[in-house]
DNA sequence: GAGTTCATGTAATTTGTTACATGATTCA
DNA sequence: TGAATCATGTAACAAATTACATGAACTC
């Protein structure tokens, strides 16, 4: 198996819950994964086929002729027991880069008001993430007894809630404190120009 | 210039701060940036080279001989430019890989002790990371008015202050919710094998 | 004398993004 | 008719990690 591509075993755990096609793997990522894993095309398609040279999955052609042709994989034995051990295993250290705080580490290099509204950006941005996590919650809240894996959505779910909302206070605090900031440079800048 | 690569800007706004060896810029992302923006010896290194080639930073080989030969850069009025521009510009959206969500999502394929461990590891790991950012928030409350850049430093802490808290604090909920989930799961075995 | 830190760098590899090519079907 | 979606894939490039090589100085 090649190294520790961790993409892989995304596919493998989409896989283990149901047979899928490339474009269906990389949709569900999409709607379910993305806010903490992302996966391009030009991942998955090579993955899909290191994984079955590796007996992971294995593929075969739909057979019905209506649209596109389809390649719908389905995960091995060997595969399951891959994506097992690699579950059991406490995971790496989450890794986040965040061009908002560069940003404002070096802020003092440009106007007070610019970033002021960098964060602002920041801030409605991560409103409207907030209000699909909400929506999320709500919808899953209504079946979580329906499936085991619902739990599990749930707490990720949780998690972006949680997150989001703390991202958003942050972003007020800060607006505020640069306010008040601003204010006293220009209050220092009015006593100046009295005197 | 390279198309769009951020750490030539993380490394412009150090040296717009002081002059620096490739070396001490290493040290200072990894002692103030590095929870929301990591570079290697590998990226710095290469970039100062093309930041010089683009006349936006410059060099000079340090004279005095004790010790290893340092190579010492600063920003050209050129690179202060680019800097200034790069900073009015919002930043893109913030990117961020959860290796412990992705487990949790495919939780139901192991067993739930094993997802309330890995929520633990997680746990710990942040609450040390917590702790750094409180003694950080100290250090900086004491000096907040000796430079103009500290209002910024201090955002940045707050920021990674706030979100460590929301981490620990979905821990803590996402295993009460799983040693929940688990007792009624225990509570219907018990009750399948009484009758 | 051994280990750590200071200091610079390259090479190999991995990981990820973006753009492109192809072509059928569905929907307005 | 034209746009969007379904579907697969490759090529080029960019970003990042890791390992390695070198060597001086300082610390225990």
């Given at each position: 198996?090649?190294?520790?591509?961790?993409?892989?075993?995304?596919?493998?755990?989409?896989?283990?819950?149901?047979?899928?096609?490339?474009?269906?793997?990389?949709?569900?990522?999409?709607?379910?994964?993305?806010?903490?894993?992302?996966?391009?095309?030009?991942?998955?398609?090579?993955?899909?086929?290191?994984?079955?040279?590796?007996?992971?999955?294995?593929?075969?052609?739909?057979?019905?002729?209506?649209?596109?042709?389809?390649?719908?994989?389905?995960?091995?034995?060997?595969?399951?027991?891959?994506?097992?051990?690699?579950?059991?295993?406490?995971?790496?250290?989450?890794?986040?880069?965040?061009?908002?705080?560069?940003?404002?580490?070096?802020g003092?290099?440009?106007?007070?008001?610019n970033n002021i509204?960098?964060?602002?950006?920041?801030?409605?941005?991560?409103?409207?993430?907030?209000?699909?996590?909400?929506?999320?919650?709500?919808?899953?809240?209504?079946?979580?007894?329906?499936?085991?894996?619902?739990?599990?959505?749930?707490?990720?779910?949780?998690?972006?809630?949680?997150?989001?909302?703390?991202?958003?206070?942050?972003?007020?605090?800060?607006?505020?404190?640069?306010?008040?900031?601003?204010?006293?440079?220009?209050?220092?800048?009015?006593?100046?120009?009295?005197?």
């Amino acid at each position: 198996m090649a190294k520790e591509n961790k993409t892989i075993y995304v596919i493998l755990g989409l896989l283990n819950h149901e047979d899928m096609t490339g474009y269906e793997i990389k949709k569900r990522i999409d709607s379910s994964l993305k806010f903490f894993w992302d996966a391009s095309f030009g991942q998955i398609y090579p993955s899909l086929k290191i994984l079955e040279n590796d007996m992971m999955v294995k593929s075969k052609n739909e057979e019905n002729q209506s649209g596109p042709e389809r390649i719908i994989y389905s995960i091995t034995d060997k595969g399951k027991e891959a994506l097992r051990q690699w579950l059991l295993k406490p995971a790496e250290k989450e890794h986040v880069k965040y061009e908002v705080l560069v940003k404002l580490f070096f802020g003092s290099a440009v106007d007070v008001n610019n970033n002021i509204n960098n964060i602002a950006v920041f801030k409605e941005r991560n409103l409207d993430t907030l209000k699909l996590f909400e929506f999320y919650k709500l919808q899953l809240n209504q079946v979580l007894n329906e499936d085991k894996d619902h739990i599990f959505y749930y707490l990720t779910v949780l998690f972006g809630e949680k997150i989001q909302k703390a991202y958003i206070e942050w972003a007020e605090e800060a607006i505020d404190i640069l306010k008040e900031h601003k204010g006293e440079v220009n209050c220092e800048k009015a006593k100046g120009e009295k005197s």
